[in-house]
């Protein structure tokens, strides 16, 4: 939502803002064809912000050390793969998602991955998970080598090999 500024309020007290924020809300849209073109109009809404509190730019967990946040964030991916009706394409697109943060993912997230490929029956998406790891690690064998060294109950029990025992890797 954007937070747009009316005209100044005419009168205001000494210390008191001059701007009342409003937020902009689609209200309706409408499509309609003419001469053989569609074309599609937008109708706007506009409510005031309640000013009762003060807008602030820094979220509300800000008590919350990174260490804190890193974890939630961890059991929320991890909570995500562990999904009982979750299907191939949340799982890529999960994966994909997650592939796409600046981080290697913990080994905890990767055996929540690893077993809703099992549970899928989808050996490729396994197989690409450990390669996609080792191409996170950056060509550093130290991080590449602790997350296989943590996985390697979950690899042996779901019968999955490494990419380096495929010779794919």
Request: charged share 25%; proline share 7%; hydrophobic share 35%.
């Amino acid at each position: 939502m954007a937070v747009r500024l009316l005209r100044p309020i005419i009168t205001a007290p000494q210390g008191v803002s001059l701007w009342r924020p409003i937020i902009s809300i689609p209200a309706q849209t409408r499509q309609y064809t003419i001469r053989g073109k569609s074309a599609t109009t937008f109708q706007r809404a506009f409510s005031e912000v309640s000013t009762d509190k003060p807008l602030s730019a820094t979220s509300g967990d800000t008590k919350l050390t990174q260490e804190q946040k890193d974890e939630i964030m961890d059991q929320e991916w991890v909570d995500y793969f562990n999904q009982s009706d979750i299907d191939k394409w949340l799982l890529r697109n999960g994966y994909n998602k997650l592939y796409g943060l600046d981080m290697v993912p913990e080994p905890k997230i990767l055996v929540s991955v690893l077993n809703a490929c099992r549970r899928l029956s989808d050996f490729p998406s396994a197989i690409r998970v450990l390669e996609s790891v080792k191409l996170k690690a950056g060509g550093n064998p130290e991080i590449y080598d602790y997350v296989i060294q943590e996985l390697k109950p979950t690899l042996t029990e779901l019968g999955i090999p490494t990419p380096e025992e495929l010779g794919v890797a």
